[in-house]
C-alpha cells in the first residue's frame, strides 16, 4: 500500500514520468531533435583566443589582435641540403648561390599570385639579413595569410599548394611552409582525428562494460543511449548559448567527455536499483517507485554537487573555463533530468522486457550488488578498520608525494607530437633561426608610433635586446594602419618557451622595455609570446587556485551537511576526495613530467603537466566523486534511518553498491582512458589524470578508506551539533511494498525495526 507521507521530488518526477510514458518518452526526444537542429543550424560560436588570455600577454594579444588587419603570419624556410648546392667564393654560403637565390625568387613570385597573400618580405632586401641563417644554408621568405584564425586556416590552402609546388620545382632543395595558419590547420586535424578515435571507441566499450553489468542487451542499451541522447542535446544547448556566450572551440570534447560518463553513471544507478527491486520479488510499480524515491534522489543530490563543482571555475576569470563550465554544468543538468524523468517512462514501457537479449554466460555470471568479491573485501577491512585504513592511507599518501614537485606549463611545440609534417619544419626553422618562431610579442601603443621619440626608443629596444644576448635576430617591426600601436617581433634565446627564454622574457620585461619605451611620454607597451603567456597563466592560477577550491570545497560540505544531517560525514567526504585528487596529480608528475610514462604512452616529457589540467582536474574529479560517495552514502544512511547499527548499515550499504559502482567506475576509466591513446599530450594527461583518480576514488577510498573509517568512528558519523537541528530534513521514503527478500537480505526483512532498503 502507498505510503501517505509526502514523496520526494525524485518520486513524485518517477510515478509522474511512470504514468505519462508516452508525454516523458516523445518530450524528451523532442527536446533532443529541436536542440540538435537549432544547434546545428546556428553553429556553435567560439572566441578568438586573442581575446582570452591572462595578464600582461593578454592585453599585448587583444591590443594586436584588434589594430591590425586579421591575418596570420606564415613563413617559408629554403634549406640547402649539406653539400647540394654549392657557395660561390666569398659568398654568405649557399643562399648567395644563383640556383639559391632563383629558388627563393620563384617562391615569392609563386606566393605573390596567390589569393590572400599579403605582406611578403623576401631575405635580400636591405634591412632583412635577419632572415639569412648564420651557416648560410637556411633562408625565411616571410608573408601573411588573410582572414581570423578560423578564415586563415581556410585560406592557407592556396599558399601551402604554392610551396608544395615550389618543392616539386627545386629538388634540390628544401622549401617547407609554416606559421600560425599552417600550424594551427595541422593541430586542429590531429585533435579531429583524436576525437573521432574516441568516439567510435568510447561507445562499443561502454556497451560492452554495461553488458557484464547488466547481461542483457536491452538493459544495458538504455544507460548508453540516454547518455547519447544528453550529449547530443546538450551540444545543441551549447550552440544556442554560444551565439550570446561564444565558447572555447575544444567545448565539445568536454561535453562528450563528462556527458557520457555522467549520463550513462546516472541510469546505471537507477537502472540497477530497479532491478535490484524486481529480483526482490517487488511488482514493477513498487520497484519503479522504489528507484526513483532513492535512486533518484541521490542522483540529484550528486548532479547539484557536481554542478556547483563546475561553476568554481567561472571564478578563474579566463573564457576558456566559464565555457568549460558552461558545458559541463549543462551537460550534467540534461543528463540528471534526462534521469529522473524520461528513464523512469522507459522502464515503465519495457518492464521486465528490460532483461531482453540475454547473453547467457555474462548474465549468470554478471557482478551483483552484493558480488563475493566485495563482500569478502569489505568484511575484512570491517574486522581491522585501522589497519585496513592505515594502509590505504598510506598508499595514497606516497601516489600524491610527486605531486609536491608539480610544474605547470603553457602546452608549447615541444609538447606536439613529430608526426606532423609541420612540426618537422618548426624543428628546422629553429635549428638554423633559434628563437624564431616562437618570438616574444612586444606592443608599443601611443598617440603615433610613427613620432621620432618611439622610434627612437624601439630602435634603442632592439639594439639593446640583441647586445644583452637575450634576444635574437631577425627583429621585426609592423605598424598598425592606425599607426597607433607597433608591433615587435623578438626572437627570445633558447626555444622560445623554455627556461632560458623565461629568463630572456624577465630582463626584457624587467629591463630593457621600462630602460627604452617606458621612458617615452604617452606610450605604453605589453609583451606576450609564449614565454610571457606561459608566465601570466601560471601567476593567474597561483592567484586564482585557492578561491576555486575554497568555493567548491565550502559549497560541497554545505550541500552534504544538508542531504546527511552530519557535520562528519562531508568533512570526511572532503579529506577523501582531496586524497583522490592528490593520488592523481601524484600519478600525473611521475608519468608525464618526470618522463616514466613515454613509453608506456607514446609522447615526449616536456618537464611541465598542462597548465589548465590541475584546477580543470580538480573541478572534475571532486564532482565525479561525489557521484560515488552520495550513491554509497545514501544506501547506508537508509539503513541506517531505518534501525540498523552504524557498522550493520556500513556492511549492508556498502555491499548493496558495490556491483554497481564497479561497473559505474569501470565505464568511468574506460572513457577517460581513450583519451590516453589520444595523440594530443594534452588529452592524454587529461585521460589518465581523470581515469586514475576514478579508479582510486572507486576501489582504495570507496572499498576500503570510507567503510574503515566509517567503522571507526561509529555513531559519531551521524553527529550533527545541536545548533543545527533546524536544517531540514531530507529523509529516504517510507517503504512501498513488502519485501520479499531471502537469504541474506532475510535479517532485514525480518527485523521490525528496519523498513526494507528500497524506499
Known sequence: MESTQKLNFAARAGRWSAQHRKKAIIGWLAFVILASAIGAALGTKTFAWQDNGPGESGRADKAIYHAFPKHASETVLVQAHDGSVGAARGSRGAVDSPVFRATVADVQARLAKTAHVSNIEGPYARGNQGRISRDGRSVLVGFDVGGDYEGAKKNVDAPLAAVAAAQKAHPALRIEEFGDASSGKAIDQMFKDDMKKSEQLSLPITLAILLLAFGALVAAGVPLLLGISAVA?????????????????????????????????????????????????????????????????????????????????????????????????????????????????????????????????????????????????????????????????????????????????????????????????????????????????????????????????????????????????????????????????????????????????????????PATVGRVDGADYAVSGMAAQNKDFNDLMSSRVPIVMAFVLSMAFLLLLVTFRSIVIPIKAIVLNMLSVGAAYGILVFLFQNGHGEKLLGFHSTGTVTSWLPLFLFVVLFGLSMDYHVFILSRVREAFDRGMRTDEAVAYGIKQTAGVVTSAAIVMVAVFGIFATLTSVELKQMGVGLATAVLIDATIVRAVLLPATMQMLGEWNWYLPRWLEWLPRMDAEPSVGGDARVGKDARVAADPRIEPACA
Open 233 to 513: 542535446g546538450t551540444l545543441g544547448l551549447v550552440g544556442i548559448v554560444s551565439q550570446v556566450l561564444p565558447v572555447d572551440q575544444s567545448i565539445s570534447s568536454i561535453v562528450l567527455l563528462i556527458g557520457l560518463a555522467v549520463g550513462v553513471d546516472y541510469s546505471l544507478f537507477y537502472v540497477r536499483r530497479e532491478r535490484e527491486e524486481r529480483e526482490a520479488g517487488r511488482d514493477a510499480d513498487a520497484a519503479l517507485q522504489a528507484a526513483a524515491a532513492t535512486s533518484g534522489r541521490a542522483i540529484l543530490i550528486s548532479g547539484f554537487t557536481v554542478i556547483v563543482a563546475m561553476s568554481g571555475m567561472f571564478l578563474t576569470g579566463l573564457r576558456t573555463f566559464s565555457s568549460f563550465a558552461v558545458g559541463t554544468i549543462m551537460v550534467v543538468g540534461v543528463a540528471m533530468i534526462g534521469s529522473i524523468t524520461v528513464l523512469p517512462a522507459i522502464l515503465s514501457k519495457l518492464g521486465d522486457r528490460v532483461e531482453k537479449g540475454r547473453v547467457p554466460l555474462l548474465h549468470r555470471v554478471r557482478s551483483r550488488s552484493d558480488s563475493r568479491a566485495w563482500s569478502a573485501i569489505l568484511d575484512r577491512v570491517l574486522r581491522r578498520p585501522a589497519l585496513s585504513a592505515g594502509v590505504a592511507l598510506a598508499i595514497l599518501v606516497t601516489l600524491s608525494l610527486p605531486a609536491f614537485g608539480l610544474k605547470m606549463g603553457v602546452p608549447g611545440t615541444e609538447a606536439l607530437p613529430r608526426s606532423l609534417p609541420v612540426m618537422n619544419t618548426y624543428d628546422r626553422i629553429q635549428a638554423a633561426f633559434p628563437g624564431g618562431p616562437l618570438p616574444a610579442i612586444v606592443a608599443v601603443q601611443a598617440d603615433d608610433v610613427r613620432s621620432p621619440q618611439v622610434k627612437a626608443a624601439i630602435s634603442d629596444l632592439t639594439r639593446r635586446a640583441v647586445v644583452s644576448g637575450d634576444v635574437r635576430q631577425p627583429v621585426q617591426v609592423a605598424i598598425a594602419p592606425n599607426h597607433k600601436l607597433a608591433r615587435i617581433s623578438l626572437p627570445l634565446a633558447g626555444d622560445g618557451a623554455n627556461a632560458r627564454s623565461q629568463e630572456a622574457l624577465v630582463t626584457l620585461r624587467n629591463d630593457v622595455l
